[in-house]
């Protein structure tokens, strides 16, 4: 059975305690995100959060709901690890409304505190609207194409909406993939023959992100000839 290192312990009540004597009001996490991100494709649905603190590492971080409950509770163990200076959580990822239903909407507060005492609060606001899914108007789906040729990805425009394209062959080893984030006005990107390699099985996404975050995928498939 593992046993908690005593004087870690200690230095973490020592540190939370100074900070709440301080009185001084949180500091605001310095990035901190929570949007839902579907796959239109495969029609699953995951909620992701992330952020960092500052500087120095977290010795404690919790998020609590609309609703009351702590979905998420962190604490380091042993400071001189020096605590945890960014985190990222995703949820599972089933079909339909199921994770909709365990995040429901309304703010999230997320809370930390740093391996020197900080106190960090910040608020996030979630939202179940999704945008609307591009269309991917070339190339078709499941399409032989040939190698060593340039390629031009083109998309229906999404009003309302920015853009991220992911680029994967996934036929090398280890698997090959680019992501870039594009203009509301582009609806186009050039692959460059370089990368359109004999052989390959490569994979298409296209993101459509909200203005309240939320992100829909949409993804294809295609070859290139031997």
């Known amino acids: 059975m593992n046993q908690k290192n005593p004087l870690a312990l200690l230095l973490s009540m020592v540190t939370i305690s100074a900070a709440a004597v301080a009185g001084e009001p949180p500091t605001p996490f310095e ?4 949007f839902v991100e579907q796959n239109a494709t495969d029609g699953d649905t995951e909620v992701v959060i992330s952020g960092t603190a500052g500087d120095d590492g977290l010795q404690l971080l919790t998020i609590r709901s609309p609703d009351g409950r702590t979905i998420a509770r962190l604490r380091a163990p042993d400071l001189t690890t020096l605590g945890m200076r960014e985190f990222h ?3 599972p990822e089933p079909p339909g409304g199921t994770v909709l239903a ?3 909407e309304g703010k999230y507060v997320l809370r930390g505190v740093s391996t020197e005492g900080e106190e960090f609060r910040s608020v996030l606001t979630l939202s179940h609207q999704l945008p ?3 269309t991917i ?3 078709p789906a499941d399409a032989e194409l040939p190698a060593r040729q340039a390629l031009t990805i083109q998309w229906s425009s999404v009003p309302g909406t920015g853009y991220v394209l992911e680029f994967e062959n996934e036929s090398a080893d280890p698997e090959q993939a680019f992501t870039i984030n594009l203009a509301p006005n582009v609806t ?4 460059p023959a370089t990368l359109m390699v004999r052989g390959g099985e490569f994979q298409i996404g296209i993101h459509t992100i909200a203005e309240n975050g939320n992100i829909v995928v949409v993804e294809q498939t295609f070859t290139t000839e031997e």
């Open 132 to 134: 609307a899914a591009a």
């Open 102 to 104: 365990a995040y429901p």
């Open 89 to 91: 959580f995703e949820s």
């Open 137 to 139: 108007l070339y190339p």
């Open 31 to 34: 990035e901190a995100t929570m």
């Open 188 to 191: 186009s990107w050039r692959i």
